[in-house]
C-alpha cells in the first residue's frame, strides 16, 4: 500500500519500566504499520508486552525510545492541542468494560462528548443513534450492574465512538466473555469498521479473534516482533516458532505420525467452502496428515473422500474424532490396504 494509506506507524520503539529488581524491557524495536480502514490484530502470550503496545499508541503509556506516529506526524512532538485531538482520534475498550457505576448508559456514552465540549442535546442525540447501532436503544436508562458483560463491552464500544475516532484500539476486550456473546461482539466490530470505516486494533491471545475478524496480524513474543503478515499467510504458513504455537500449539513440535490411526472423510454434499480439516485444527489444535484426496466440487457442494492421519497421541486423536463428530462429519477408521 501507498504511505498515505498508513495510518499509525512505530518506528523503533522500545518502552522500559523501572522496577526495585531493576528495568525491565516491555517492548524492543517495535516497527509496525497500520493502515486506515483495517482491522489490525496484535497477538501473543502474557506478558508479551501486547497491551504496552496498544496502550503506547494512544499515549497511555510514554515509550523510552523510538516513535509513534499518527497520520505522518510524530505523536510525542505535536503541540499540546493536536496532541489531544489525535488521542481523542483513538477510542479504546478494555477487558473490564471500565464504565461509571453512577452514570446509566445513555450518560455512560455522553462523558466523552462532555468532555470535548459537545453541546448536551447534540450529545444525547448521538448516543441515541449509537445505541440503536449496537442494538441497546432499550436500555438507555440502565446501570452498568443492571447489564451482562455482552450489554457491557457494546456501552463501551458506544461510548469509544461517540467522537467519530479515526481508530478503534481493543484490549482484550472478548477475554472476560463467553464464547457466543465474544462472536457477537466481533461481528459489531467488524460492522463497525465497515459501515463507519474506522481502523481497529485488536489486542488479543487468543487465534480464534484474529481469525475471525483480522485482515493482517503482528505476533508478539518476548517484547518483539516474531511475525507479520495477512492472517491468511500466517495461518497457513507461519514463519516463527512462537506462531506455530498459537496456531498449533505444543503439539505442533510433539506431533508422531509413525503408527497412528488413519481416517476416511466422506463428502456426501457439504459445502465445498467449508474448510473441515481447517477447523478441526483450529478447534483442536491437534496436527493432522492429509495422505489422500479425491473430490470434487458439483453445485457448490462436495463429493468424494479424503484419508487423514492423527497424531499417535491417543489425546491428540480423541479430540480431533470428537469435534468431527460434533461438526457431524461422516467418517470411518481405516487400515493401509483399505485405500
Same mark, same amino acid.
Given at each position: 500500500?501507498?504511505?498515505?494509506?498508513?495510518?499509525?506507524?512505530?518506528?523503533?520503539?522500545?518502552?522500559?519500566?523501572? @522496577?526495585?529488581?531493576?528495568? +525491565? +524491557?516491555?517492548? $524492543?524495536?517495535?516497527?509496525?504499520?497500520?493502515?486506515?480502514?483495517?482491522?489490525?490484530?496484535?497477538?501473543?502470550?502474557?506478558?508479551?508486552?501486547?497491551? *504496552?503496545?496498544?496502550?503506547?499508541?494512544?499515549?497511555?503509556?510514554?515509550?523510552? %525510545?523510538?516513535?509513534?506516529?499518527?497520520?505522518?506526524?510524530?505523536?510525542?512532538?505535536?503541540?499540546?492541542?493536536?496532541?489531544?485531538?489525535?488521542?481523542?482520534?483513538?477510542?479504546?475498550? =478494555?477487558?473490564? =468494560?471500565?464504565?461509571?457505576?453512577?452514570?446509566?448508559?445513555?450518560?455512560?456514552?455522553?462523558?466523552?462528548?462532555?468532555?470535548?465540549?459537545?453541546?448536551?442535546?447534540?450529545?444525547?442525540?448521538?448516543?441515541?443513534?449509537?445505541?440503536?447501532?449496537?442494538?441497546?436503544?432499550?436500555?438507555?436508562?440502565?446501570?452498568?450492574?443492571?447489564? %451482562?458483560?455482552?450489554?457491557?463491552?457494546?456501552?463501551?464500544?458506544?461510548?469509544?465512538?461517540? @467522537?467519530?475516532?479515526?481508530?478503534?484500539?481493543?484490549?482484550?476486550?472478548?477475554?472476560?466473555?463467553?464464547?457466543?456473546? @465474544?462472536?457477537?461482539?466481533?461481528?459489531?466490530?467488524?460492522?463497525?469498521?465497515?459501515?463507519?470505516?474506522?481502523?481497529?486494533?485488536?489486542?488479543?491471545?487468543?487465534?480464534?479473534?484474529?481469525?475471525?475478524?483480522?485482515?493482517?496480524?503482528?505476533?508478539?513474543?518476548?517484547?518483539?516482533?516474531?511475525?507479520?503478515?495477512?492472517? *491468511?499467510?500466517?495461518?497457513?504458513?507461519?514463519?516463527?516458532?512462537?506462531?506455530?504455537?498459537?496456531?498449533?500449539?505444543?503439539?505442533?513440535?510433539?506431533?508422531?505420525?509413525?503408527?497412528?490411526?488413519?481416517?476416511?472423510? @466422506?463428502?456426501?454434499?457439504?459445502?465445498?467452502?467449508?474448510?473441515?480439516?481447517?477447523? *478441526?485444527?483450529?478447534?483442536?489444535?491437534?496436527?493432522?496428515?492429509?495422505?489422500?484426496?479425491?473430490?470434487?466440487?458439483?453445485?457448490?457442494?462436495?463429493?468424494?473422500?479424503?484419508?487423514?492421519?492423527?497424531?499417535?497421541?491417543?489425546?491428540?486423536?480423541?479430540?480431533?474424532?470428537?469435534?468431527?463428530?460434533?461438526?457431524?462429519?461422516?467418517?470411518?477408521?481405516?487400515? $493401509?490396504?483399505?485405500?
Amino acid at each position: 500500500m501507498a504511505e498515505e494509506d498508513v495510518i499509525i506507524q512505530l518506528k523503533h520503539m522500545g518502552k522500559e519500566f523501572r @522496577t526495585s529488581g531493576g528495568p +525491565v +524491557v516491555a517492548l $524492543d524495536d517495535i516497527n509496525l504499520d497500520i493502515y486506515r480502514g483495517e482491522i489490525f490484530g496484535i497477538i501473543g502470550l502474557s506478558g508479551a508486552g501486547k497491551s *504496552t503496545l496498544v496502550r503506547c499508541i494512544n499515549l497511555l503509556e510514554t515509550q523510552n %525510545s523510538g516513535e509513534v506516529i499518527f497520520e505522518g506526524e510524530i505523536l510525542a512532538v505535536m503541540l499540546e492541542a493536536r496532541q489531544r485531538r489525535a488521542r481523542q482520534s483513538m477510542g479504546m475498550i =478494555f477487558q473490564q =468494560f471500565n464504565l461509571l457505576a453512577q452514570r446509566n448508559v445513555l450518560r455512560n456514552i455522553c462523558f466523552p462528548m462532555e468532555i470535548a465540549g459537545i453541546p448536551r442535546a447534540q450529545a444525547r442525540a448521538r448516543a441515541m443513534e449509537l445505541l440503536q447501532l449496537v442494538g441497546l436503544e432499550d436500555r438507555a436508562k440502565a446501570y452498568p450492574a443492571q447489564l %451482562s458483560g455482552g450489554q457491557k463491552q457494546r456501552v463501551a464500544i458506544a461510548r469509544a465512538v461517540a @467522537t467519530n475516532p479515526k481508530v478503534l484500539l481493543c484490549d482484550e476486550a472478548t477475554s472476560a466473555l463467553d464464547p457466543n456473546t @465474544t462472536k457477537s461482539i466481533l461481528e459489531l466490530l467488524k460492522q463497525i469498521n465497515r459501515d463507519l470505516g474506522i481502523t481497529v486494533i485488536v489486542i488479543t491471545h487468543e487465534m480464534a479473534v484474529i481469525e475471525a475478524i483480522c485482515d493482517r496480524v503482528a505476533i508478539i513474543d518476548h517484547s518483539h516482533i516474531a511475525e507479520v503478515g495477512r492472517v *491468511t499467510d500466517i495461518f497457513s504458513e507461519p514463519k516463527s516458532k512462537i506462531g506455530r504455537q498459537l496456531i498449533l500449539g505444543d503439539a505442533a513440535e510433539q506431533a508422531r505420525f509413525d503408527r497412528s490411526r488413519k481416517i476416511r472423510i @466422506t463428502f456426501d454434499g457439504r459445502s465445498s467452502v467449508e474448510p473441515i480439516v481447517a477447523n *478441526t485444527v483450529l478447534a483442536t489444535k491437534v496436527p493432522i496428515n492429509i495422505l489422500y484426496a479425491a473430490t470434487r466440487d458439483i453445485g457448490g457442494t462436495a463429493h468424494g473422500q479424503m484419508i487423514i492421519q492423527l497424531p499417535e497421541d491417543e489425546g491428540d486423536a480423541g479430540r480431533a474424532l470428537t469435534y468431527l463428530r460434533s461438526a457431524k462429519v461422516p467418517f470411518e477408521e481405516v487400515r $493401509d490396504g483399505d485405500f
